[in-house]
Nanobody
Framework: QVQLVESGGGLVQAGGSLRLSCAAS????????MGWYRQAPGKQRDLVATITRSGMTNYADSVKGRFTISRDNAKNSWYLQMNSLKPEDTAVYFC????????WGQGTQVTVSS
């Protein structure tokens, strides 16, 4: 049974920073990519950033230059450093792990006040 556990969300003022963490446990094999997605109220879940096992990254245009995704393959963990946060970054953030199927974390709330 694969489980993803997220941490690091919270309330921050605009311009501040937060770091999200995701740790995967269980029978894990064949990981192709890890990532972060977010879902604001009334909106669809959107990609924020992804990183492959080899370290290739991809970012949504709205977060380029502000967010950085990284990973620790040995720990089956990945992270999202979020700087210069804006109110429009407010959402529930979900970590994702892609193998032959997608696995999701439970979500962590990030709220940016203006």
């Amino acid at each position: 049974q694969v489980q993803l556990v997220e941490s690091g969300g919270g309330l921050v003022q605009a311009g501040g920073s937060l770091r999200l963490s995701c740790a995967a446990s269980g029978s894990i094999f064949g990981i192709t990519a890890m990532g972060w997605y977010r879902q604001a109220p009334g909106k669809q879940r959107d990609l924020v950033a992804t990183i492959t096992r080899s370290g290739m990254t991809n970012y949504a245009d709205s977060v380029k230059g502000r967010f950085t995704i990284s990973r620790d393959n040995a720990k089956n963990s990945w992270y999202l450093q979020m700087n210069s946060l804006k109110p429009e970054d407010t959402a529930v953030y979900f970590c994702n792990m892609r193998t032959y199927k997608d696995y999701w974390g439970q979500g962590t709330q990030v709220t940016v006040s203006s």
